[in-house]
């Protein structure tokens, strides 16, 4: 090859690398200003737990699937109706990873994940949740009207 | 380390295990004669995270969050193998779709540690912008496994036998937009 040939290639490849950084210039961005604008998560995420607590039945399953065994099932046995009573369900949100593992194990579907991700508090004790805490339905982003929330962002950023 | 440092000037620098690159905990003893790296000694163990230990106390269905985390940038590899020996040790089939969809996680997991790697090793070069772009894509990449799995990241999606859960339904054609 002369060197006008690997003149002319090398000037091709600075082009076809530069077109990416221009094409770049024409795409929407992908950062969103977050207090003010929220993403809509999906329905499938696994955000804060909510626990129903006239469904469980206090078996146990929860903490034996769970990675670092965290949910604490207190129940008490009543001899008389021969059932187990729940007493207190509490979860520590500082330990929990969120992987939802039990969401499906769980056998009267008492437990689902919410949409919340943002449980930061000032003490961190108050993220130990009995089952009252946990029965709390989420705040939902669509009805906080002081929050402009964007749709689902596969759908802005492939246009 | 097979040269003595008495005989020339020969400088020792210790880039501790924390350093700005990106590149994770590597402490590394490197000796340098003015500019030129003469001899390195590499010191590993920094993410360490005894992750056997734990191992020994608990079950599969426990253990598959904590495998997600072995390999932080391509998450769904370390699942595969660590669902895929129990079931050929126990002959359990697979299903088909299951199978299919597996491979399209994985891929996809392929392709974001690939980015993952091109961004740092542009920024070692002295790119810097790349590295924007690089997580840009990944985005993508992640919103394409929320959809599916419900986290961006650490899902634990591999069960033994198959996928936790179906894809959802436009799932497919987000994904071929995605290769486009």
Known sequence: MNYGHQTVLAVRYIGQGFMITLSHANRLPVTIQYPYEKLITLECFRGRIHFEFDKCIACEVCVRVCPIDLPIVDWKFETDIRKKRLLNYNIDFRICIFCGNWVEYCPTNCLSMTEEYGLSTYDCHELNCNQIALGRLPMSVIDDYTIRTILNSIQRKTQ | ?180
Request: overall charge negative.
């Open chain 2, 1 to 180: 380390m097979n040269l003595s440092a008495t005989e020339k000037d020969l400088m020792i620098v210790n880039m501790g295990p924390h350093h700005p690159s990106m590149h994770g905990v590597l402490r590394l003893i490197v000796t340098l004669d003015g500019e030129d790296v003469v001899d390195c000694e590499p010191i590993l163990g920094y993410l360490h995270r005894g992750m056997e230990k734990i191992a020994e106390n608990r079950t599969i269905i426990q253990y598959l969050p904590y495998v997600t985390r072995w390999d932080y940038l391509a998450t769904m590899f370390t699942k595969a193998i660590t669902v895929n020996g129990p079931e050929q040790l126990g002959n359990i089939q697979v299903p088909k779709r299951a199978s299919y969809i597996r491979v399209i996680m994985l891929e996809l997991s392929h392709i974001a540690s690939h980015l993952l790697w091109l961004g740092p090793f542009m920024a070692d070069i002295g790119a810097q912008t790349p590295f924007f772009y690089i997580f840009r894509e990944r985005e993508l990449v992640y919103d394409l496994f929320e959809a599916a799995t419900g986290m961006r990241m650490m899902h634990n999606y591999f069960r033994i036998g198959g996928v936790a859960a179906d894809l959802p339904y436009g799932w497919l054609d987000k994904c071929l937009d995605f290769c486009d």
